[in-house]
Structure formats: structure tokens, C-alpha cells
């Protein structure tokens, strides 16, 4: 399976390779791909240990904080830590009361710290469909998004992905 080209020029002259070339050319091939294959499994592991200690730790900081406001909060940095194209974050739950998405936890903060009125049906907006479906959505433009319903947070770009335990979204 090709995972990629080599390309060689010579742009001074014309029928500049020959068969001898390609004979040369083709072992390189074959063990760059090998190479090249063997550094992305070493880079996806690092990533994948990397990724092992941050769970863990953040596991630990977890199990320590029983204060919801304390733990949305400490989700919210982790999340701004971790995504760093992202420059806020909000938490939504479900309300069992009302069967409503409400905010939890927005950072940085709103002007003046208030929270914008009103949440979220299941199935409306972004984080509606979020919820109803129980799978990421990724929108690269929220202007171009009719199903984005903005709040207080006008955005570019936005990714809202589900808070779910044992398939049930929270």
C-alpha cells in the first residue's frame, strides 16, 4: 500500500533518468516507508502515553474534588489546556427537571459574570443536536450553520461534543 510519492527533479535537462535511476530509487522507497511508518507509530504512541498521563492525572484531580462548580471548573481549564485553538469553553448539563440543556460553567467568564437566559431543547441548536444525537459535531463556521443558536457567545469556529456515561448523555 502506497503511503506517499518521492519525486526527484532535474529541471536542467530532459530524459535526465534512466532505468539504472529507478533501480536506485525503488530500496529507498521501500525503506522510507518503512521509516516513515515506524516514526508515526512511535509518534501515536507517544501521543497515546501522553495522552495516558494527562487521563490520569486529571482522573486524580477528579476523584479529589466532589464540588460540582469546583469540577466543571477544573473541566473547563483541562478542556482550554488541551484543545489550545480553543479560547472559551462552556459546560452544559441536563437539567432532569426540565429535560433542558443549562449552562454550567463558561470560561473565561461572561461580562460581568452572568449567565445568558435559557438553555437548550434537546434538539436545538448545536449543543441540542449534540445532546440528541450522542456524537461530536465540529462546525467551522457558525455563521454558515443554520442550526447554531447564538447566546451570548458569538463564534467562529465551534466543536461541542457529548458529556456521555455508559451511553447516556449528562
Known amino acids: 500500500k502506497a503511503i506517499g510519492v518521492l519525486?526527484?527533479?532535474?529541471?536542467g535537462s530532459r530524459r535526465a533518468f534512466t532505468e539504472i535511476h529507478l533501480?536506485?530509487?525503488?530500496?529507498?522507497?521501500?525503506y522510507a516507508a518503512i521509516a516513515i511508518e515506524n516514526a508515526r507509530r512511535y509518534e501515536e504512541t507517544q501521543q497515546l502515553l501522553g495522552d495516558a498521563y494527562t487521563l490520569f492525572d486529571i482522573a486524580g484531580l477528579f476523584?479529589?474534588?466532589r464540588n460540582l462548580d469546583e469540577l466543571l471548573k477544573l473541566i473547563a481549564d483541562q478542556s482550554l489546556e488541551r484543545i489550545q485553538a480553543a479560547d472559551?469553553?462552556?459546560?452544559?448539563?441536563?437539567e432532569e427537571t426540565s429535560g433542558r440543556l443549562e449552562r454550567q460553567m463558561r470560561l473565561p467568564p461572561s461580562e460581568?459574570?452572568?449567565k445568558a437566559p435559557g438553555g437548550f431543547a434537546v434538539g436545538e441548536g448545536i449543543a441540542?443536536?449534540?445532546?440528541?444525537?450522542g456524537r461530536?459535531?465540529?462546525?467551522?463556521?457558525?455563521?454558515?450553520?443554520?442550526a447554531f443558536v447564538e447566546r451570548d457567545i458569538p463564534a467562529g469556529a465551534l466543536f461541542v461534543a457529548p458529556i456521555s456515561r455508559h451511553?447516556?448523555?449528562i
Open 7 to 11: 519525486a526527484v527533479y532535474n529541471s
Open 23 to 30: 533501480t536506485l530509487l525503488n530500496p529507498l522507497t521501500k
Open 63 to 65: 476523584t479529589e474534588t
Open 88 to 94: 472559551r469553553v462552556v459546560i452544559h448539563l441536563l
Open 112 to 114: 460581568g459574570g452572568s
Open 128 to 133: 441540542g443536536l449534540v445532546l440528541q444525537e
Open 136 to 146: 461530536p459535531i465540529n462546525v467551522p463556521d457558525v455563521q454558515t450553520e443554520e
Open 167 to 169: 451511553s447516556t448523555c
